[in-house]
């Protein structure tokens, strides 16, 4: 019994000559140090956010609610700015109108486009990395001005798609300036920049076992059996991800509307996208706190549509096992 507690006495007499808690005030020091010089490497990241994001964001919510011409000082004027905008303002509803048909059009479109693309990619083609890259490039130069000017020159009334078009005795009109077709050959720019979306549909088809398809042709299931109760399901959350964010980029589209239409919005606003409108307030006529009340609503349609997706999402993603 005496060396049980001889040993007892030895194991805890090591605890006993520790002074308690040695070692935490110098960790406690380092661990603030640390802390300091952490945010003095952020302080600059959280003063760009406050000065040139949260500061404006703010700024631009107070002159919406103005009368501000940016000249003079601003005159507080209520709602008066929301309730014009759909009660005396015709052409801020046209401008609505014809984004939401630009939207509605050319997401599908470019989407289903996308996907076609990489599921004739995902078949195994020699030099993939190749035509991936080419592929992406619209997506990189399709918002750019020059890229709106070449689209302007091709479907112009002596353009490349009338000098086609001739080759087989039609005389095809002036597509970008004809009501009737300039918003058609918009929605045909933003479905031709769908490298983004194909880059991003062709990662998730990789990701699906090809013993699902194995699986699927043993018990006879054909191609379109195949992509309709594998591919499609197994790619609902790429589709979901792809479809949020073209949707959002969509109602930002600015620069094509104003190098096709020359910053009118014309034919006879048929081009006039809520930007392009939004731009034209705010720095031809000087009317800021419209503008901005206008910018307000834009980020509340977005918002408002974001929101409708992810409730949606539940009856029609797949994530795993479950929907």
Same mark, same amino acid.
């Given at each position: ?5 001889? %040993? ?35 302080? *600059? ?23 501000? &011409? ?35 059009? #050319? ?11 990489? =599921?004739?990619? %995902? ?15 619209? #997506? ?8 709106? /000017? ?11 798609? &009338? ?15 004809? *009501? %009737? ?7 045909? +720019? ?41 591919? +499609?399901? =197994? ?6 991800? &792809? ?13 094509? #509307? ?15 996208? &809520?930007?392009?409108? +939004? ?21 509340? /349609? /977005? ?9 949606? #999402? ?10």
């Amino acid at each position: 019994m005496s060396s049980v507690m001889a %040993d007892s006495v030895a194991v805890r007499l090591p605890d006993a000559a520790t002074p308690p808690e040695r070692g935490e005030p110098r960790a406690s020091r380092r661990s603030r140090r640390e802390a300091r010089a952490a945010y003095l490497f952020l302080a *600059p990241w959280f003063a760009g956010l406050l000065v040139i994001t949260i500061g404006p964001i703010v700024a631009s919510l107070y002159l919406s609610f103005t009368d501000y &011409n940016l000249l003079e000082e601003a005159t507080w004027v209520g709602f008066d700015n929301y309730v014009k905008m759909f009660t005396e303002d015709p052409r801020y509803l046209n401008s609505l109108k014809v984004t939401t048909i630009y939207v509605v059009v #050319s997401v599908p479109l470019q989407l289903a486009f996308a996907l076609a693309l990489a =599921l004739v990619l %995902d078949r195994g083609l020699r030099g993939l990395s190749l035509y991936r890259s080419i592929f992406y490039l619209p #997506s990189l130069l399709g918002g750019s001005v020059a890229i709106a /000017i070449l689209w302007r020159k091709v479907f112009g009334a002596e353009g490349l798609v &009338n000098a086609v078009l001739a080759v087989f005795g039609i005389e095809g009109p002036g597509w970008v300036s004809d *009501p %009737d077709t300039a918003l058609g050959t918009l929605i045909i +720019l933003h479905v031709w920049t769908f490298g983004a979306p194909m880059i991003i549909f062709l990662a998730g088809l990789r990701q699906i076992p090809a013993s699902y398809y194995e699986a699927a042709a043993v018990d006879g299931a054909g191609v379109f059996r195949q992509f309709r109760s594998i591919t +499609l399901p =197994l790619l609902t959350p790429i589709i979901f991800f &792809n479809l949020v964010l073209e949707i959002i980029k969509s109602f930002q589209s600015f620069t094509q #509307s104003f190098i096709v239409s020359g910053g009118s919005g014309g034919p006879a606003d048929s081009t006039m996208f &809520n930007t392009l409108y +939004l731009y034209l307030k705010g720095f031809k006529s000087f009317d800021m706190g419209y503008a901005a009340a206008m910018a307000w609503v834009l980020l509340l /349609i /977005i918002a408002g549509l974001t929101g409708v997706n992810f409730l949606a #999402s539940k009856y029609w993603v797949f994530y795993g096992d479950t929907k």
